[in-house]
């Protein structure tokens, strides 16, 4: 009877992700592969982040990095694209219900109670959770240190609102905007906070949430307010969201940092870096470990010394000044060697920038 009820409870959850407009196991079409493409009898699935395909962000980095597994091992690959945070659960147990799958995987931390949830009714089944912390006997969770991936573009805000470069104002005012509120992504804007303040003490930061993470519409809304309220720098941690934080730069002529995949090119005139997370890689090497046999559970934290997270301003027309590429250097030097730990929380915040000042 409880596996009847858990079937039956299953079925009418798939049933509404696919009313909500879910994409139900699609799988990849593999246009372009050559005849003599490797051919694998793993398949692997993934459940999307609800900011879907096409957010040049997370989710076209997870794709890319499951492309790269199924061209050089031959893997299959299924996806499923929810509407919303209640579909993850569905998607999950659609994929789980099959055992078709080597490897289900999962993307953030607001997926991980629906994962918890089905890893728990599955305990054969082997998940992996993307750049979110998780320990449960059959996941792989794969974490990195947001605190340390925003930081030198926190660097690089609170020089450059000081500086004389051309889209700066005198205001000393930058910003810094989430697609959702979760403890993971807000260690990004503590990151981003502290990156500031251990070059600009006296900055003012702004910070907002958007409440979803493809709403470019709103994510530009927010920015013209912070844009309006004097910021000249705004970082975005808010997935499709963001692409609206572009707009608004280049409407009110400020700059932007990008996030995640190299975002520089979208906006190369207005957008001065962005704060890099290696999702495709994450993604690829979880497949890997699948194909040579060394996937592991357990969680797996990585940072900047292990350049899972980073900073990069390549294909951005915007050149930093020299005093500002330098502090960024000599700033990634000392958190690669441990000298300088960047604080996680708002709580730490005060006193670590009363503790930890950049010297010149």
């Known amino acids: 009877m409880k596996k009847l009820f858990k079937l039956c409870l299953s079925l009418l959850l798939l049933t509404a992700l696919i009313g909500c407009g879910g994409k139900p196991a699609e799988t990849s079409t593999g246009e372009g592969e050559s005849t003599d493409a490797p ?46 945070a209640s579909d993850f659960e569905a998607g999950y147990r659609q994929f789980a219900d099959s055992g078709n799958y080597e490897l289900i995987i999962g993307l953030a931390a607001d997926q991980i109670d629906a994962l918890t949830a089905v890893a728990a009714d599955y305990p054969d089944q082997k998940f992996s959770l993307i750049d979110a912390p998780l320990e449960h006997p059959n996941v792989s969770a794969v974490s990195t240190k947001w605190q340390e991936q925003t930081f030198l573009c926190g660097v690089y805000a609170g020089l450059g609102t000081l500086s004389d470069m051309e889209k700066a104002n005198e205001d000393n005012v930058v910003g810094v905007i989430l697609g959702m509120d979760n403890p993971n992504l807000r260690k990004g804007v503590i990151g981003f906070m502290a990156g500031v303040r251990y070059v600009n003490p006296d900055a003012t930061v702004l910070e907002a949430v958007v409440g979803n993470f493809n709403d470019a519409n709103k994510g530009k809304e927010i920015a013209m307010s912070m844009y309006n309220q004097g910021a000249d720098f705004i970082q975005h941690i808010a997935g499709a969201s963001g692409l609206g934080v572009f707009t608004a730069a280049k409407e009110v002529d400020h700059y932007a940092f990008g996030v995640g995949g190299n975002q520089n090119a979208i906006e190369p005139d207005y957008i001065v870096a962005t704060s890099i997370r290696n999702v495709n890689e994450m993604v690829y090497n979880e497949v890997k470990s699948i194909v040579d046999g060394t996937w592991k559970e357990g969680l797996k934290i990585s940072g900047l010394k292990e350049d899972a997270v980073g900073y990069s301003n390549e294909f951005s027309n915007v050149t930093p000044p020299e005093e500002i590429a330098t502090a960024i250097e000599e700033t990634k030097a000392k958190i690669k060697s441990g000298e300088l730990v960047i604080c996680e929380t708002a709580e730490e915040l005060d006193a670590w920038v009363e503790a930890n000042q950049y010297n010149k």
Do not use: W
């Not at 692997?44 to 794709?63: E, P, Q, R, W």
């Open 39 to 84: 051919k694998s009898d793993i398949k692997v699935a993934i459940v999307l982040s609800t900011g879907g395909l096409g957010d040049k962000n997370f989710n076209d980095m997870s794709y890319d990095g499951l492309t790269q597994a199924k061209e050089e091992f031959g893997v299959e690959f299924d996806y499923i694209e929810p509407a919303s």
